[in-house]
C-alpha cells in the first residue's frame, strides 16, 4: 500500500517548549517525511507492496524493515503527546505500573534512565506481553517491540535528531521534558 504521513493530533506549536515547533518541522516535517517517502519507493515492485505497515514491520529486514519501523516508530511517538499533558496514568495502567515499580515515580525514574543510557540512536520502550505484565525495554536504531510481538504503550525517542535543535547534547532535559507533554488517556487506552 501507499503510506503517508498521519497528520499530527495537535499544532505544531501545542508542545513548545519541551518540543519546538522547529524540532517538530524537522523531526516530522523531515525525517518522518523521509521515512515514508524511502519505504514507499522500496516497496514498489516487492512483496511488501500489498502489506500494511505492521505486517511489513514483522516480515522484513534490512532498508525495508529500517524505514518501516521507523515510520511506525515516529507515528506511536508523535501520537503520544498533546498540549499541556503529563500528570499520572489513571486506571488500570496506573494499577499495573504501581504493582511492577512500586509507584509512578520509581517507573518513571527506571524509564528515564533507559532512555538516558541507551548507547547511541534508539527507542526506550514501555511494552506489555501477551499476560499483560509490564517491562522497559531499549531498542537501538528502528528497533521496536512490534517486531517481537509485544504491545507498546509509550516510547522516548531518543535519536540526536529528537532533540538536538532544542537540547543539543542535554539528552536528560529532553527526556525530562517529554514527561510534561504525555497524553495519559491515549497511553492508558493502549494498555
Ligand atoms: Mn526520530
Same mark, same amino acid.
Given at each position: 500500500?501507499? =503510506?503517508?504521513?498521519?497528520?499530527?493530533?495537535?499544532?505544531?506549536?501545542? #508542545?513548545?517548549? *519541551? $518540543?519546538?515547533? %522547529?524540532?517538530?518541522? /524537522?523531526?516530522?516535517?523531515?525525517?518522518?517525511?523521509?521515512?515514508?517517502?524511502?519505504?514507499?519507493?522500496?516497496?514498489?515492485?516487492?512483496?511488501?507492496?500489498?502489506?500494511?505497515?505492521?505486517?511489513?514491520?514483522?516480515?522484513?529486514?534490512?532498508?525495508?524493515?529500517?524505514?518501516?519501523?521507523?515510520?511506525?516508530?515516529?507515528?506511536?511517538?508523535?501520537?503520544? =503527546?498533546?498540549?499541556?499533558?503529563?500528570?499520572?496514568?489513571?486506571?488500570? #495502567?496506573?494499577? *499495573? $505500573?504501581?504493582? %511492577?515499580?512500586?509507584? /509512578?515515580?520509581?517507573?518513571?525514574?527506571?524509564?528515564?534512565?533507559?532512555?538516558?543510557?541507551?548507547?547511541?540512536?534508539?527507542?526506550?520502550?514501555?511494552?506489555?506481553?501477551?499476560?499483560?505484565?509490564?517491562?522497559?525495554?531499549?531498542?537501538?536504531?528502528?528497533?521496536?517491540?512490534?517486531?517481537?510481538?509485544?504491545?507498546?504503550?509509550?516510547?522516548?525517542?531518543?535519536?540526536?535528531?529528537?532533540?538536538?535543535?532544542?537540547?543539543?547534547?542535554?539528552?536528560?532535559?529532553? $527526556?525530562?521534558?517529554?514527561?510534561?507533554?504525555?497524553?495519559?488517556?491515549?497511553?492508558?487506552?493502549?494498555?
Amino acid at each position: 500500500m501507499f =503510506f503517508e504521513l498521519p497528520k499530527l493530533p495537535y499544532k505544531p506549536e501545542d #508542545l513548545d517548549p *519541551a $518540543i519546538s515547533v %522547529k524540532t517538530i518541522e /524537522f523531526h516530522y516535517g523531515k525525517h518522518h517525511q523521509t521515512y515514508v517517502t524511502n519505504l514507499n519507493n522500496l516497496i514498489k515492485g516487492t512483496e511488501f507492496e500489498n502489506m500494511n505497515l505492521e505486517q511489513i514491520v514483522i516480515k522484513s529486514d534490512g532498508a525495508i524493515f529500517n524505514n518501516a519501523a521507523q515510520v511506525w516508530n515516529h507515528t506511536f511517538y508523535f501520537h503520544s =503527546f498533546k498540549n499541556n499533558g503529563g500528570g499520572v496514568p489513571k486506571g488500570p #495502567l496506573a494499577t *499495573a $505500573i504501581e504493582s %511492577k515499580w512500586g509507584s /509512578f515515580e520509581n517507573f518513571k525514574t527506571e524509564f528515564s534512565n533507559a532512555a538516558l543510557t541507551l548507547f547511541g540512536s534508539g527507542w526506550a520502550w514501555l511494552v506489555k506481553d501477551s499476560e499483560g505484565n509490564l517491562s522497559i525495554v531499549k531498542e537501538s536504531n528502528a528497533g521496536t517491540p512490534v517486531k517481537n510481538g509485544l504491545t507498546p504503550l509509550l516510547t522516548f525517542d531518543v535519536w540526536e535528531h529528537a532533540y538536538y535543535l532544542d537540547y543539543q547534547n542535554r539528552r536528560a532535559d529532553y $527526556i525530562a521534558a517529554l514527561w510534561t507533554i504525555i497524553d495519559w488517556d491515549i497511553v492508558s487506552a493502549r494498555f
